[in-house]
């Protein structure tokens, strides 16, 4: 080898090296200041871990527990107070058709249809018992089954008594 090949070699080498500290340096800055910047949360992926991660229930213990209990129990009767169906009409041709009449025209369930003949045991108990049957459920003895307020909850008594009382006045 001559002598400006070794020069050459010498000095190609040191620029390499020196090539290599600076991008070691430049690697070593780039992860300070990535350190340095707070890491962003993307909103949607902070939302779905709260809702991942929420409580599925409470736990309700003693005298606190049951006044938690009875609280939630009267939000609970108060929203469903402030949702009346149909919206809040008491025609009662109306709740017919839209929930009644799905039991009642077909006799799923052994509902009686508007046949008077399937109503003379029922009226004679009195109407205020078929409002409570209406309002609260009923199971018969023969194993029919009338849910409450027909199977909507937010059925107010008045809009049941009302249908009842169209049913009763449209018997064939």
Request: hydrophobic share 45%; with cysteine.
């Amino acid at each position: 080898m001559r002598n400006y090949d070794l020069e050459f070699l010498k000095r190609f080498s040191m620029i390499i090296g020196l090539l290599a500290l600076v991008t070691l340096g430049l690697i070593l800055l780039a992860i300070y200041l990535h350190r340095q910047l707070p890491p962003e949360i993307s909103p949607t992926a902070a939302r779905r871990t709260a809702e991942r991660i929420h409580p599925v229930g409470a736990v309700y213990a003693g005298d606190t527990g049951a006044a938690a209990q009875a609280a939630a129990a009267a939000a609970a009767a108060a929203k469903a107070a402030s949702q009346v169906a149909y919206g809040g009409t008491t025609d009662g041709a109306v709740i017919y058709q839209n929930l009644c009449g799905a039991c009642h025209t077909t006799g799923v369930g052994q509902a009686p249809t508007l046949d008077r003949a399937q109503w003379n045991a029922r009226i004679a108990q009195g109407t205020e018992t078929m409002y409570r049957h209406a309002i609260e459920g009923f199971t018969g003895p023969d194993g029919g089954i009338m849910p409450p307020r027909g199977g909507n909850p937010s059925l107010t008594d008045e809009q049941v008594q009302v249908t009842v009382d169209w049913m009763l006045a449209n018997l064939k």
